[in-house]
C-alpha cells in the first residue's frame, strides 16, 4: 500500500492541521480523535490552504523531472541517493533552498528599490 502525506498545494510544506473533533475516552483517559474534516491551515505559509496528497512515487517523479531540468542539479541528487537521503527529504531540501533564494532575492528588490 502507497503511504500518502498531506502537503499545502502552495508552498509544498507537511505542516498542514486539519480541522477535527476530538472525542474524551474513559478508558485511555485522554483524547481521541473522532473525525477529521477538509478544513486545512498550514502552519508555514500561516493560513487557509487545500492539500494535495502526495506519494513517494510522486516525489520519484519530482526527482526525475529536476534531473532532466538541470544536470548539475542531478549529480547532486544522485550523490545524495547514494548517501541514503530519501526523495522526498530531497525535494523538501530544494523547495527550502528555492525559498531561502526567493526569499534574499526579493530581500535584495526591496533595499534597490529603498535606495534609489
Not at 39 to 63: F, H, Q, R
Not at 66 to 93: H, N, Q, Y
Request: with cysteine; aromatic share 6%.
Amino acid at each position: 500500500m502507497t503511504k500518502l502525506r498531506p502537503t499545502c498545494r502552495w508552498c509544498k510544506g507537511h505542516n498542514v492541521l486539519a480541522d477535527a473533533y476530538a472525542q474524551w475516552d474513559e478508558d485511555r483517559g485522554d483524547w481521541t480523535l473522532s473525525s477529521t474534516f477538509d478544513n486545512y491551515e498550514c502552519v508555514d505559509c500561516e493560513g487557509e490552504t487545500s492539500v494535495e496528497w502526495v506519494s513517494e512515487e510522486d516525489y520519484a517523479k519530482i526527482i526525475e523531472e529536476l534531473t532532466a531540468l538541470d544536470p548539475a542539479l542531478g549529480l547532486l541528487i544522485a550523490r545524495d541517493r547514494k548517501l541514503g537521503v530519501s526523495d522526498e527529504e530531497i525535494v523538501e531540501r530544494i523547495r527550502e533552498a528555492v525559498d531561502d533564494e526567493t526569499r534574499r532575492r526579493a530581500s535584495l528588490d526591496k533595499e534597490r528599490t529603498t535606495h534609489v
